[in-house]
């Protein structure tokens, strides 16, 4: 029986040479990687800063932070999400506001997202799926028609590094992108994440302010602080301690080196995929690419017609007794213990739950070869049409 994990990182010598050199250095913590690995994240991304962090939801976190976003505003986001794009909000003190997908898609509606926008909307956090990015010329519409472009427009694009929207890699369309580097991603630091923005809103400092932010809000990096002579420092907010570190970045920028060829990997599984199951009447493909999209290959969610949420973990355990791991992307917020008790219902939320219940995500990474996504498919087919019979 095969042993097929659902997202291994793909780490190669080169990377670990990277750690090393860092280790060997004399100096591990946010220092000169971190500070080229920014470099190399705002070129790659077509952006004029990049900030890198200890995670996406810190980038988060520092946004509303610096733009004072807290009790009493509103901050509306999607229901289909990874819990992090909503903790941040509860964090400030904001329940969030849910607007529902689109039917039959996994991204918000935006007609929903017009309603939903009162005088007290301070900010609007969407979600990239899957590495497909929102339509976000639409969002920028949508508060242009609610002639509210003071709302602070952030993208959630934990999935979606090295997408592309009209031709341009994500990271500069929304006012701020935040990417996630964590271990399941397509580029890894282990744990991690960036802040990607063109416009400073009338604060030249914008970018020192986050990373001052990041760092307890100690005035002076930890680097120029160790200086001889150097140590005295001020505190001039109460920032969080989310800084990236180092051997953090030394992997990224090892990752980033050869990032194109791992996303044509990817891309190479998702073709597998689609090239066998095209034909299957049952299966509803997941978005690869069109004249204003491309995704980044990040997950493969296959939806499945006439699956029940019964029928489709019943699919996901006859794969894992094939030596297949699978997984389900995502579960709605409000069906969580957490938001129930906060008063959500996923009643309310009818086109979330219809994307979820048969909904599998199979693995897609830079290192799974073609033979072992053949297999992938071969036993998926295999068990629908056994599922199916019952």
């Known amino acids: 029986m095969k ?18 050199d860092v280790l060997e250095s004399g100096w591990i913590t946010t220092g000169p990687r971190t500070v080229e690995f920014e470099e190399k994240i705002s070129e790659y991304c077509c952006t004029n800063e990049a900030v890198t962090l200890s995670s996406n939801t810190a980038g988060l976190e ?5 733009f004072n976003i807290k009790e009493g505003d509103e901050v509306i986001t999607t229901p289909y999400t990874y819990t992090a794009t909503a903790n941040v909000i509860l964090h400030r003190g904001i329940m969030p506001k849910f607007v529902d997908v689109k039917e039959e898609s996994f991204f918000l509606d935006e007609q929903n997202l017009f309603d939903a926008i009162t005088p007290k909307t301070k900010a609007i956090i969407t979600v990239d799926f899957a590495g497909v990015p929102v339509d976000y010329d639409s969002i920028r519409e949508v508060l242009k028609a609610k002639n509210r472009e003071d709302i602070i427009f952030i993208s959630d ?27 399941v ?29 990041s760092l307890h809000g100690q005035s ?20 969080f301690k989310c800084n990236m570190t180092d051997i953090n970045a030394a992997i990224g920028l090892s990752q980033l080196s050869r990032y194109d060829v791992m996303l044509k990997n990817r891309k190479a599984i998702f ?6 199951l095209c034909d299957k009447e049952w299966a509803i493909l997941p978005f690869k690419s069109d004249e204003n999209k491309e995704t980044s290959y990040h997950l493969y969610p296959l939806r499945i017609k006439r699956f029940s949420e ?77 599922i199916e019979k019952r």
């Open 3 to 20: 042993n097929i994990p659902f997202s291994p990182p793909d780490i190669t010598e080169h990377e670990k040479k990277a750690v090393m």
């Open 62 to 66: 520092l946004i509303l932070k610096a």
């Open 157 to 183: 694009s934990a999935h979606s590094f090295g997408a592309k929207y009209k031709g341009e890699r994500v990271g500069g369309q929304a006012d701020f992108h935040v990417f996630s580097f964590h271990a």
């Open 185 to 213: 991603k397509n580029l890894t630091t282990s744990e991690g994440g960036a802040v990607t923005f063109n416009n400073y809103f009338g604060r030249d400092d914008l970018k020192k302010e986050l990373k001052i932010t």
């Open 220 to 239: 002076k990096d930890a680097l120029s602080k160790m200086k001889a002579g150097a140590w005295k420092y001020d505190i001039v907010t109460d920032g």
């Open 271 to 276: 073709d597998t995929y689609n090239k066998a």
């Open 310 to 386: 019964e029928m489709r973990d019943k699919l996901i355990q006859n794969l894992a007794n094939k030596g297949i791991a699978t997984n389900v992307h995502y579960m709605p917020l409000p069906m969580f213990t957490l938001y129930k008790n906060l008063g959500y219902n996923i009643k309310d939320y009818p086109n979330a739950y219809k994307q979820y219940v048969n909904e599998i995500s199979l693995p897609i990474y830079s290192t799974l070869t073609l033979e072992d996504a053949e297999y992938v498919v071969k036993e998926l087919v295999k068990s629908v049409a056994e």
